[in-house]
């Protein structure tokens, strides 16, 4: 699947100005390909920021001493590897996503340029038309790379004192139990799924598909992303009533009684986080035409990666990519095959 993307520049003629000036330095395709011009550049910046996160030296062939610098290792022709002079072969794109795709790198940069680029999401269907390839592989490079997204978002943490907006939205989902099935209604259908998400004002957004709304599944994700001194401001759910018990600066706005800031505190509101879940709603439901339980999660991982990095140009998005990925020898990425419910993470080599 290659395929060369070409566009006019940018006219900026948008009347919002926040709108304005991000367009102004968001970079168009051309100086993207600038940056990146083929497949071999590519590799080489995956190489080198992959190498950088390890001691520079090399662990040797075949249980020999070796030790050499990693970086003075040479590019083998025609082949996505690179060579010490010990002899010891490495690929550079081992442990990533992109391990067995057969994908151009080039062309998976030029679709993470696309999926950044667009404000509604980018579909399987849109990439097929674009590229010329199968919709299963349009669909699973767009899966991979989405996977990637949900890790480079999970790996900025929240600042310790920011304000952290919380609330749980349910879009709806594929069941496959026909048209004349009869659902429950409310809160706990199976037409729905329940996502959480956190929004910090001003920073990163993490979306996380959960099975129930209860204190076991939201207690660890608590103790895991936010700490005591952040301020947390949520709807009046009684579900978020133990995290006063676990003394956190726990906050709410009762929007039963059409409260939707607070009276004593204007700062105090949920609507940031709102506005990010009526898109995860609309992006499903609209853009892609509903999606199963199953690929829920890449969906709000590539919203969140979009919605965390905004103020970002282009390049800066793809390095922050790329920059995720973890160090050279070291296996990572598996999509746990029994359960495809549960967020793929990095793992050690086995
Ligand atoms: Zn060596």
Redesign the pocket.
């Known amino acids: 699947m290659a395929f060369k993307l070409e566009y006019l520049d940018n006219d900026n003629s948008n009347k919002n100005k926040a709108a304005k000036k991000r367009n102004k330095i968001f970079k168009t395709v051309k100086e993207i390909q600038l940056l990146y011009p083929d497949s071999e550049a590519v590799l080489e910046k995956i190489f080198t920021t992959r190498h950088l996160k390890t001691d520079n030296r090399?662990p040797?062939?075949r249980g020999r001493y070796?030790?050499?610098l990693v970086s003075e290792y040479k590019k083998m022709d025609n082949k996505l590897a690179y060579r010490?002079?010990?002899?010891?072969k490495v690929y550079p794109l081992k442990g990533t996503p992109f391990e067995h795709s057969r994908v151009p790198l080039k062309s998976i940069i030029d679709i993470m340029y696309l999926m950044f680029n667009s404000k509604h999401g980018l579909c399987a269907t849109e990439l097929q038309r674009i590229s010329g390839c199968k919709y299963e592989t349009a669909h699973k490079i767009l899966c991979k790379i989405s996977d990637l997204m949900g890790l480079c978002v999970l790996s900025v943490p929240f600042k310790s004192d920011s304000i952290i907006e919380v609330d749980e939205v349910y879009p709806k989902i594929h069941t496959g139990f026909g048209r004349g099935h009869k659902y429950k209604r409310g809160t706990g259908s199976e037409r729905t799924q329940p996502v959480l998400v956190f929004k910090e004002r001003g920073g990163i957004t993490k979306g996380f598909v959960i099975d129930n709304v209860n204190r076991e599944t939201l207690e660890p994700l608590f103790e895991k992303l936010v700490s005591k001194s952040n301020v947390i401001y949520t709807d009046q759910h009684k579900v978020y009533s133990f995290l006063k018990l676990l003394m956190y600066n726990h906050v709410s706005v009762n929007h039963e009684k059409r409260e939707f800031v607070s009276k004593e505190d204007k700062n105090c509101h949920t609507n940031t986080v709102e506005n990010f879940n009526r898109f995860i709603k609309t992006s499903t439901h609209r853009v892609h035409n509903g999606v199963t339980r199953e690929y829920l999660q890449t969906y709000v991982n590539r919203m969140a990666f979009n919605n965390s990095f905004k103020d970002c140009d282009a390049s800066e998005a793809i390095s922050k990519l790329i920059d995720c990925l973890p160090p050279l020898f070291q296996n990572g990425l598996r999509r746990v095959k029994n359960n495809p419910y549960q967020a793929p993470e990095w793992q050690d080599a086995a």
């Open positions: 090399c040797g062939n070796c030790r050499k010490c002079s010990c002899g010891l």
